[in-house]
C-alpha cells in the first residue's frame, strides 16, 4: 500500500524507542546515525550560522544542552567544532531512552561532555540553565499534546537560542531516502525507523498553526524544518 502523507501517521512507533529490540541492531543503528547525520542534518552549517555567534558572545565557557542523543555524533561534533574555533564549551547531553546512555557509556569521550538519562522537564525542575538548547529529530516524535510542555521546557531552559531540527514529511523524501539508503545501510533500524519518521513528521503549515508567539519555523533543504526560538 503506498503510504498517505497528507496527514501525520502518528499510530507508527519506531523500534528503536521501544524497551525491547534487538541488541545488534540497536548498535548499529547508533552507528548509522553517524553517517546520515553529517549528509542530511546540516549541524555543520547550522553551528556556523546560529550556534557560533552565540559562543561568541559568551564571555565565559558556553553551555549547550542536547536533547535525545541518541549515538551522541552531533553533541561530539558540535563540542570538536567549538573547540577548533577557540571556544570553550561544555555539552549536556539528554536522552529519555535508557539502552541509549548504556552506549555511550561504553564509549570514550573527550571532557566536556555530560550524559543524562531524563527530561528537559526534569533539568528545568532542577534549576539548570543553558545558552543553546537544541535538539535533532524528537519533535516528529511528539503528539501535538505535547507539543506545547515540551517547547516551554526548552525556552526556560535556554537563555539565548533553542534550535530544534527534524524532518519534514514529503513523499519525495520519503522514496528519496529509501532509495538512497535501502540498500546501504542494513542490519540496522536507521531506514526502516527513518522511514516511519519521514511519516510521523510535521510539516511547515502544521507547526505554523501551533507554535507559540516568539517561535520561528524555517525550511531546510533537503527535506527538513527548523524550529528556532532567539531570545532577547
Known amino acids: 500500500m503506498t503510504p498517505d502523507f497528507s496527514t501525520r501517521a502518528a499510530d507508527l512507533h519506531e523500534a528503536l524507542e521501544q524497551d525491547v529490540c ?32 552565540v559562543l561568541a558572545q559568551t564571555p565565559d565557557e558556553g553551555r549547550l544542552l542536547d536533547i535525545g542523543f541518541g549515538g551522541a555524533d552531533i553533541p561530539l561534533c558540535l563540542l570538536q567544532w567549538a573547540q577548533a574555533d577557540g571556544f570553550r564549551l561544555q555539552v549536556t547531553s539528554i536522552d529519555r531512552n535508557r539502552k541509549a546512555l548504556e552506549f555511550v557509556q561504553a564509549q570514550t569521550w573527550p571532557s566536556g561532555m555530560e550524559f543524562l538519562c ?36 526548552a525556552d526556560a531552559l535556554a537563555d539565548k537560542l533553542v534550535l530544534f531540527n ?7 523524501g520519503y522514496y528519496l531516502f529509501a532509495a538512497g539508503f535501502g540498500p546501504v545501510l542494513r542490519k540496522s533500524f536507521a531506514v526502516s525507523d527513518g522511514l516511519l519518521s519521514i511519516r510521523r513528521a510535521y510539516t511547515v503549515a502544521e507547526f ?6 516568539g517561535w520561528e519555523v524555517r525550511t531546510l533543504c533537503p527535506f527538513r524544518l527548523l524550529l528556532i526560538r532567539h531570545k532577547p
Do not use: K
Not at 526534569?122 to 529529530?137: I, K, M, P, T
Not at 527534524?166 to 519525495?172: E, P, T
Open 118 to 153: 531524563c527530561t528537559a522537564a526534569e533539568l528545568l525542575a532542577q534549576g539548570r540553565r543553558f545558552d543553546v538548547v537544541l535538539s535533532n529529530h524528537i519533535l516528529h516524535e511528539l503528539e501535538p499534546r505535547d507539543m506545547p510542555a515540551f517547547l516551554h521546557d
Open 22 to 53: 534487538d541488541a545488534g541492531l540497536r548498535l548499529n543503528s547508533y552507528r548509522h546515525f553517524a553517517l546520515l547525520n553529517p549528509l542530511l542534518s546540516r549541524w555543520r552549517a547550522l553551528y556556523r550560522r546560529f550556534i557560533r555567534p
Open 208 to 213: 505554523r498553526r501551533r507554535l507559540p508567539q
Open 166 to 172: 527534524d524532518i519534514r514529511r514529503s513523499a519525495w
